[in-house]
């Protein structure tokens, strides 16, 4: 069983040390999965776009593990692959509004869709220290994918609403405007592994 996460810096663990981001915390939960973690720092949704459609041109044999040019490797097997889209965070704070977001995820979602992998989509923390109003967008552009999700029978994680909470409530779980610190990215694994339980 292979699950492959797509997405930013809050994919890939940025302002921790190696080992302590959610996805790596959620690959010692479940072993015998193979989880690759292709998040990329700054990375936009438009690129995230661009490194998935990537992995839908490899082939190869089945059983064989076959990399891409950007490194990404897919098993065509008779094991189950999954794929986790997350995304949007540097969008918005690129000045784009939730429209555009939600746009091009719904085009990260049917290129995940036609490699016939089973999908999972993050919806990304809130943005702190928000003096321009970006969380908004973010609060909008959630609520768009999410009804988009359920209509679709889309799983979600909502990282989102995790962090929010625990930040309501007065714990420290940010390292900066959007990305967790420690006790932030252990509260999105646990969040994930709920998730990930009922469908791995």
């Known amino acids: 069983m292979q699950l492959l996460c797509f997405g930013d810096s809050l994919t890939n663990g940025y302002d921790v040390p190696r080992g302590l981001g959610w ?3 959620v690959q010692k939960e479940f072993p015998d999965v193979e989880i690759q973690n292709h998040g990329i720092d700054g990375d936009t949704l438009q690129g995230i776009l661009y490194r998935l459609e990537r992995v839908s041109s490899c082939t190869g044999s089945a ?3 076959v990399p891409c040019s950007d490194g990404v490797a897919v098993r065509r097997a008779e094991n189950k692959r999954y794929i986790f889209l ?3 965070s540097n ?3 690129m000045g784009r509004d939730e429209t ?4 091009k995820m719904i085009e990260l979602i049917a290129c995940a869709r036609s490699k016939g992998a089973t999908l999972i989509v993050g919806l990304p923390p809130q943005i702190d220290f928000d003096m321009a109003g970006l969380d908004l967008i973010m609060v909008r552009y ?3 994918l999410k009804q988009y999700c359920a209509e679709q029978h889309i799983d979600t994680i909502d990282f989102y609403r995790v962090i929010h909470d625990a ?3 007065g714990k420290l779980v940010f390292a900066g405007d959007v990305h967790p610190n420690e006790p932030g990215y252990a509260l ?3 969040k994930a592994k709920k998730v990930l339980a009922r469908l791995l």
């Open 142 to 144: 959630i609520e768009l």
């Open 167 to 169: 930040d309501m409530q």
């Open 91 to 93: 969008d918005i704070l």
């Open 63 to 65: 059983n064989s593990k």
């Open 100 to 103: 555009y977001c939600f746009k």
């Open 188 to 190: 999105m694994a646990e």
């Open 86 to 88: 997350m995304g949007g």
């Open 23 to 25: 996805v790596e915390l």
